[in-house]
DNA sequence: TTATTTTATGCAACCAGTTTCATAAAATTG
DNA sequence: CAATTTTATGAAACTGGTTGCATAAAATAA
């Protein structure tokens, strides 16, 4: 395959020539530059990346990391969503995407030094989930760029995020309940230790106290993200003294298990208990009734994260950002009193 | 950063003795080398992936070309496994891995042309649905290493792929509801545009006649893959002066419009109509009854991509491979007629 | 017409590695 | 102990680009 000198040699020109033609440099004439511009066409010629990465000390390249384990544990497009929108983001920019998988074979620290001290890209978006203060420090230390997809914990120094809005999210869950005419609104959230489930749920008791609408902690209640717990949690709500009138889930599977739950018990969706979830997978639309739920951007969040670590790319001293991606409310007819 | 010629100035050593330390030479004594690999761990030294690809030729990275069309027809996990798959294999080996999504901006040619002739990729793994006559004779010409996934259509010379035994899993689909004792076995099938989905109507029809059992045109019909669709159909196969009693989804999602259809005509699942569904999505576990699919090994499929991509690497002489993944049935209720 | 400025291009060094070949030192053989 | 082989290392060329500096030619000014 032709090199620069192949190319240079073939026009007789300099190299130093067809590199400025390269990078489309004004001091050329125009007739030089059509004449190796017309080589170049001819020899097929695509300039060598690794070259080019090596004299100007960048990769054009940046990573997506990511953790496996989060991936799985959302079992929904999710991901890919967010990948896209980076993707859109890199590609327009004339930049290329490597991902690699944190929990794959090499051990976290190897792929690391590997995309980043071995000058294999410029910058790099991660779960917010690795992220601890001396991978901070480190990458603060050599000024790498970085970004983390979710708002990190007990980091001690600001650092760049981008993040789904999920209090807002409670809120609005709740909010939209109360606007739909119910009034005892039960949570069945997530597991707390993921700190978005916490959000979630702070943002529904922080809407409570809004409206004025008394918190009872029996209306509460936690579980992992699967059917089964759905389900045996509902049927506790509804076999208290006064049951619920409507419940928001913290999961589409979760939900799946309450609506079942509610049906065994003979009672209407949404007449006599309205549902409501969040994320919006798509099973949301092929349960009966369908699913209103909170809307997460996810492919808006990619974007965000990417054009953040251009910022810092392009500017180093930038101040840093973090950015949150706000929710809203797909109603369906789970929700759906008229 | 450290680069090579710190690290040995640092040891009093040529750089020809680090490069060889770096790749482990045979050549070098024990002495050198801990002296050696002592100043590097002093100095933080990674060697720089840009100059190693430039000397060596070889970019120790290989490329996923996705479609996101493709992807988002799925609408399931389907494809993040394909690339975790494939993933695996790579990072195992050393490689990185490049993803680009070929309806992003750039155009098609100029993504390729970047990742191949810009020597920034060794490799690349590419959806069948791009490849066509044209772009496989180029890429031989330059005896470029590439993979698709799925089987391509109208290629004429031989090349390699990887795929899922859909012929073998439309044949188990029919093979487990004669089983299990159904006897008038419909099939509701994807669009007939998407080979897969004629692979799969294939194997039902060959396994009807393996089975002595009369093909009848008005068990089989054709939608696209929305819930809309399969309630239709499947009305319209209840109606039948004869109607099936087990039907065979080519979707998940056809599925669940199918339970509605038999749900709403009081027939019970599995007892009246056994259904059976290709892909297994987490929704199969979802639904009541939950729902006997084809399963499919797409994480598999991405390992063997990767590990054929390889082969071609390692020896660009290797003769062609397809490869075929072989499907399973996940039983559930939904066929269960004990 | 000469002096000065501008424009276009080439030379050579540089990026950070790898590798061939030469060679000094050490080890082995006769 | 000298001759030969082996081993360990370095010098220099090479991978394919970019770029600062020098310079010849062209354009402008005096």
Redesign the interface.
């Known amino acids: ?1 032709a090199s620069i000198n192949d190319v240079a040699k073939a026009a007789g020109v300099s190299k130093s020539t067809v590199s400025r033609i390269i990078n489309d440099s004004p001091a050329i004439s125009d007739e030089t530059r059509q004449k190796v511009l017309k080589v170049m066409k001819e020899l ?1 010629y ?6 080019r ?2 004299s100007n000390q960048q ?1 054009f ?1 940046v990573a997506l990391l990511i953790n ?1 384990k989060d ?1 799985k544990s959302f ?3 999710f ?2 969503e967010v ?2 929108g980076i ?2 983001v890199v ?2 920019r004339g930049l ?6 944190l929990e ?3 051990k976290q620290n190897e ?1 690391l ?3 980043i ?4 890209t410029q910058g790099v978006i991660l779960p917010s989930s690795i992220m601890n203060n001396q991978l901070v420090r480190e990458l603060k230390k ?1 000024r790498f760029p970085f970004v983390t997809i979710g708002e990190p914990e007990g980091i001690k120094e600001p650092i760049d995020w981008v993040d789904i809005n999920n209090f807002q999210g409670g809120m609005q869950a709740l909010e939209h309940m109360i606007s739909q005419g119910y009034k005892r609104i039960a949570y069945i959230g997530g597991e707390q230790v993921k700190t978005f489930n916490k959000k979630r749920l702070s943002g529904y008791k922080a809407a409570l106290e809004n409206n004025g609408i008394e918190y009872k902690p029996e209306y509460v209640c936690e579980g992992a993200a699967t ?1 089964d717990e759905g389900y045996k949690l509902m049927k506790q709500l509804i076999k208290l003294p006064q049951p619920p009138d409507a419940v928001i889930c913290g999961d589409n ?1 979760l939900s ?1 298990g309450a609506m ?1 739950a509610i049906n065994e018990a003979k009672l209407n969706i949404p007449k006599d208990i309205g549902i409501l979830s969040f994320d919006n997978m ?2 949301a ?2 349960v ?1 009734p369908s699913l209103t739920t909170v809307d997460i951007d996810v492919f808006e969040m990619g974007v965000q994260a990417a054009n953040i670590l251009f910022k810092i790319i392009d500017n180093p001293e930038a101040r840093q950002q973090q950015s949150m991606i706000s929710t809203c409310i797909k109603m369906r007819e789970s929700t759906c009193r008229e």
Chains 1, 2 share one sequence.
């Open positions: 395959m097929n695509v300039p060598n990346s690794l070259a990465g090596l990769a390249t496996i991936v079992s929904n497009p991901f890919y990948m896209h993707e859109t590609y327009s290329c995407m490597i991902t690699a998988n794959n074979t090499l792929i030094n590997w995309l001290y071995g000058k294999r050599i059917k599977v799946i079942k798509p099973i639309d092929l009966e």
